[in-house]
């Protein structure tokens, strides 16, 4: 099993600056991709930005220019710098991991964090 524990949330004004942490645990073997996912009241949840193990990085439209992910394959940790943040980012943010784990014989499984609250607010 994989356990995902997201920090970084909270309260910051527009234009402000937050960075999201995902560090994942458990009888990893393996982690594939690593991303950020949001859902704000009352909509779908969408893809914020994701980083394979090799390749490049994607993000929503919405926040290029403005975000970041990076992993730290060594911590088995994701992070998402988030920058300008505007109202409309405001969500709940989850983390998404794609991992071969001790127990799924040699096979990528998904697992997800619990969600940080990113509010944007003046």
């Known amino acids: 099993q994989v356990q995902l524990v997201e920090s970084g949330g909270g309260l910051v004004q527009p234009g402000g600056s937050l960075r999201l942490s995902c560090a994942a645990s458990g009888s990893i073997s393996s982690i594939d991709a690593m991303g950020w996912y949001r859902q704000a009241p009352g909509m779908e949840r969408e893809l914020v930005a994701r980083i394979p193990s090799v390749g490049n990085t994607n993000y929503v439209n919405s926040v290029k220019g403005r975000f970041t992910i990076s992993r730290d394959n060594a911590k088995n940790t994701a992070y998402l710098q988030m920058n300008s943040l505007k109202p409309e980012d405001t969500a709940v943010y989850s983390c998404?991991?794609?991992?071969?784990?001790?127990?799924?014989?040699?096979?990528?499984?998904?697992?997800w964090g619990k969600g940080t609250l990113v509010t944007v607010s003046s």
């Open positions: 998404n991991v794609w991992a071969i784990t001790a127990q799924s014989m040699g096979v990528f499984r998904e697992y």
